[in-house]
């Protein structure tokens, strides 16, 4: 029986790498990375809980199967490890090696019909600049292109399945459904791109969803919420002006979460303002952003005037290395910061990209930051942040990046609240210093 089952194999693997060649095309490509970095003083006191320095390394395969221009099946696979880890997701086994962690990023059917692109299954979405959400989700992306400049995403995010919540009972299982449904047109007028979008999270019961009970509506205030219905309106713009381009994203939420408790219900409504620029000059690079996201002024009543994504997760956007969880070794961020979830937040940048020689960038940025609104110790700024990053390519796809950052704390930083009632002024200030080899292809 077992050579029988070999045959049957045999002769699968001859048909699979054999036939289908003729039907469609094999395309690989991915990505890899390994950092080694020190992250110290992030608590902004001596206390040492949130250094670390350590070595990982991230990998990600890319699958596609192209039937046609039209028609095409797209997998991303992602395998991460620290190394000396041990058996936990985050690692590849004892010793950081011979363990089993794949992870399936991506895998989506993307095909068009007439004038529609269908884009079904885990697939990735960048929304308002990540402000609203930029991450990968289990769902649907329906565009129409109504011409070369004019095309209208709509999009289902299917945040939790209730049927498979562990709700303690078998019954009214759909109510704890978690959706997010929105429209995301683009519309090209010369140089100008705008992008309205008009976005819709719901739920019946959001009590047993735990990542709602984690966001940021709970630590707003909204401790025992049921029914939510939130909206949220907005728009990007972009505008190209020569070697000059300017950016502006504006996003406002509003709606109503009903109390579980049955009490008095919670009002949403917040906001976000940011905006950038760009200019060119020869091998100079010349560029800046700020952006404001609202704070709650009272977390005891029940207006959440915070600017706060639908579900607390999806929203990913990475500004400075220590304050903002950068771009590069984005493992933390610094104590009393939103990280690369904006809210009761004002960061102001500048910054200057040079090359002296041909292969080799430096970016030097300078950030400010304060919080929106006081903390519970009256305190407000953050800190300003210096980014260094040197990036060479060594080949055409290998380069290696060095990166430096220092912060210079303020009091919302460096201040920490004990559960005793007491409040420890730190006078540490965090500092970040790395490097990157990275691998595209």
Do not use: C
Request: cysteine-free.
């Amino acid at each position: 029986m077992k050579r029988l089952y070999v045959l049957l194999l045999t002769l699968f693997l001859v048909f699979v790498f054999s036939v289908p060649v003729f039907a469609f095309e094999n395309i690989f490509g991915g990505y890899w990375n390994t950092r080694a970095y020190t992250q110290r003083d992030f608590t902004g006191d001596d206390s040492e809980d949130m250094d670390i320095q350590m070595v990982d390394t991230q990998t990600r395969i890319f699958y596609t199967a192209k039937f046609s221009d039209d028609f095409k099946f797209i997998n991303k696979f992602e395998m991460d490890a620290i190394w000396g880890g041990n058996a936990a997701k985050s690692d590849y086994g004892d010793i950081g090696a011979d363990g089993v962690n794949v992870e399936i990023k991506n895998s989506y059917a993307d095909f068009t019909i007439d004038s529609f692109n269908y884009k079904l299954g885990v697939q990735n979405m960048k929304i308002n600049r990540g402000f609203l959400f930029s991450d990968d989700f289990a769902g649907a992306v329906i565009t129409y292109n109504v011409n070369k400049d004019i095309e209208i995403p709509f999009f289902w995010i299917k945040a939790r399945e209730g049927y498979s919540s562990n709700v303690g009972n078998n019954t009214h299982r759909n109510s704890y459904d978690v959706d997010i449904y929105g429209i995301y047109p683009k519309v090209k007028l010369g140089s100008v791109t705008l992008r309205p979008t008009l976005a819709w999270a719901t739920s019946k019961d959001a009590s047993w969803f735990g990542d709602t009970s984690n966001s940021g509506w709970r630590n707003q205030g909204a401790a025992d919420f049921d029914k939510f219905n939130t909206y949220y309106l907005g728009a990007d713009v972009d505008v190209k002006v020569g070697p000059a381009s300017v950016w502006f994203t504006g996003l406002y939420d509003f709606g109503t979460i009903e109390s579980l408790a049955g009490g008095e219900d919670y009002d949403a409504k917040g906001y976000l303002l940011a905006l950038g620029a760009k200019a060119d000059v020869n091998d100079v690079n010349l560029h800046g952003q700020t952006f404001y996201a609202a704070g709650d002024d009272d977390t005891a009543d029940r207006d959440i005037e915070a600017y706060l994504t639908p579900i607390g997760k999806g929203m990913t956007y990475k500004w400075a290395e220590i304050m903002g969880r950068g771009p590069i070794f984005d493992n933390d961020w610094s104590n009393g910061s939103p990280g690369d979830e904006p809210t009761n937040i004002l960061a102001v940048n500048m910054g200057v990209t040079v090359k002296p020689v041909k292969k080799l960038a430096v970016t030097a940025d300078l950030w400010w930051a304060q919080l929106a609104e006081d903390n519970p110790n009256g305190d407000k700024d953050l800190g300003t942040e210096i980014n260094l990053l040197a990036n060479y390519k060594i080949l055409d796809n290998l380069s290696l990046d060095v990166l430096a950052a220092y912060l210079f704390a303020g009091k919302a930083t460096t201040d920490w609240n004990y559960a005793d009632g007491l409040v420890k002024d730190g006078d540490k200030n965090p500092i970040e210093i790395g490097t990157q080899l990275e691998i595209s292809f």
